[in-house]
């Protein structure tokens, strides 16, 4: 475990430090806004789960943070794990690389450990930070911009949804935003849990604007009941030529096809725009195969989702594989030396899982943060050992391997935390 360097500490932080907190965020994020407009806003923080760095001498000085969600849902392949989402992650920039990062990370997976979390999440500013602590890449976001009126394939049923534009509110919405996207069955896919969450989710403010409209609802109903929704605000462009305003979608969340046709036509048409932009997409998003001409759209592809496996059989046990499994794994995990060594997994297709220690031959040797990157079912071990991540001892067993720890949903999350 890295050690706090000498001379600071390692303390709990309480809700009375939320100037320090967000004037050290605003250190290692720089903002336009000034403090006082951020703290007009909801903290979405979870307070039991902040921790700084204060300087030992001075312990009114807060050098450095990290906080996590509870993602106690997570979705998995097949089931559900407790996970923690670690985020407001900073180090001032005049205290940076003496270790910090270094020592957090360290009291983050020993709580991880003391919660009963066996996977730790987590969205990154810069990819080439996390994967040091074992962290890898699990899922992927699509960004889709598209032009107005782009060509729809038809769904049945489209039709018989209605959509209400609205301006999304707290009060008005928070119950049914929250309900349709804890509905969605997809790895990775953590939704905000904790009220903190869900108030910071759909609370305005002009902050958050940056020259666009307030954020916007469209709420589709199907016989009077909500069955999908979409978060976007609009941003007006007038040039030479007319208007040329664009439609920025946040989140879209549609119970079935037809809800997801009708919610995309409509945001395909909106008066005084030219441009949409689709928000967060897994890489097997409708939205794709609703697209008559797909090379019309630019798409852009970024890392979204990074996981670390902090306790390996229980976080291996709660997913399921999709095909039949037996193989014995040879980690190394530096920095979770519990983890490392040789585990011999076996599951049935879409059953249980037992993972236990073994003294047995390794069939795949690897390293945690490639355990990391292939345990929300999206990114194959035959694609890590493409890239020589993942090496195969045993002939056949790799292929065996990659067919099982897949899965038919591709992973995804809609917002970064
Ligand atoms: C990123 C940040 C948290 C790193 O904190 P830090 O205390 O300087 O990190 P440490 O000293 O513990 O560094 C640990 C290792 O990570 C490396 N590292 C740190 N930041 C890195 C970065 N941005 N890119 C690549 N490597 C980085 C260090 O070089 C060091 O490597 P080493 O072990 O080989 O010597 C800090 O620079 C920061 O607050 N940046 C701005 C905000 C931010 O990006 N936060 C992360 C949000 S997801």
């Known amino acids: 475990m ?63 943070l990290h906080a996590s969600y509870p993602f106690a849902q997570c979705p998995v392949p097949g089931g559900r794990v407790r996970a923690a989402g670690l985020t407001w992650v900073g180090v001032h920039p005049q205290w940076r690389r003496r270790g910090l990062l270094s020592a957090m990370i360290d009291t983050h997976f020993a709580h991880c ?18 994967g040091r602590f074992g962290y890898g890449l699990a899922t992927r976001r699509l960004h889709l911009t598209m032009k107005r009126g782009a060509a729809l394939r038809p769904v049945p049923g489209s039709d018989e949804i209605s959509v209400r534009f609205e301006t999304a509110s707290l009060d008005r919405h928070g119950e049914l935003v929250a309900r349709l996207h804890a509905a969605v069955d997809r790895p990775g896919w953590v939704t905000r849990e904790t009220p903190q969450l869900a108030t910071m989710w759909l609370t305005d403010a002009p902050i958050f604007r940056e020259g666009r409209e307030v954020q916007r609802i469209a709420v589709a109903e199907r016989g009077g009941e909500a069955v999908g ?100 794994f040879d980690v190394t995990d530096e920095r979770l030396p519990a983890n490392a060594g040789r585990w011999r997994v076996t599951a049935e297709a879409f059953g249980a899982a037992r993972v236990e220690r073994t003294d047995a031959e390794a069939d795949l040797a690897l390293d945690i943060r490639e355990l990391g990157s292939a345990y929300l079912g999206g990114t ?16 056949g067993v790799l292929r065996e391997a990659a067919v099982a720890f897949g899965w038919p949903v591709a992973p995804g999350s809609s917002w970064i935390f």
């Open 229 to 328: 929704y979409a978060l976007f605000r609009r941003k007006s462009n007038w040039a030479d030529s007319g208007p040329e305003g664009t439609v920025g979608v946040q989140e879209l969340v549609a119970a079935d096809p037809a809800v997801a046709h009708a919610l995309w036509s409509r945001l395909l048409d909106l008066d005084l725009t030219t441009e949409i932009t689709s928000g967060m997409l897994a890489d097997d998003d409708p939205l794709l195969s609703l697209l008559v001409d797909l090379r019309a759209a630019k798409v852009t592809v970024k890392d979204n989702v990074w996981a670390r496996i902090i306790d390996l059989p229980a976080a291996l046990t709660a997913r399921q594989y999709q095909a039949d499994l037996a193989v014995v």
């Open 113 to 130: 450990r003391q919660w009963g979390e066996p996977v730790s999440l987590l969205t990154a500013s810069e990819p080439a930070i996390y």
């Open 380 to 395: 194959t071990l035959l694609e890590l050992a493409g890239a020589g991540l993942v090496k195969e001892r045993r002939p």
């Open 2 to 64: 890295a050690p706090i360097p000498d001379t600071f500490d390692l303390v709990p932080l309480t809700r009375d430090r939320l100037p320090d907190v967000l004037e050290l965020d605003m250190w290692a994020f720089p903002t336009g806004d000034s403090l006082e407009d951020m703290l007009t806003l909801p903290s979405p923080l979870s307070w039991d789960r902040t921790f700084g760095v204060v300087e030992a001498d001075h312990p009114e000085r807060l050098v450095a």
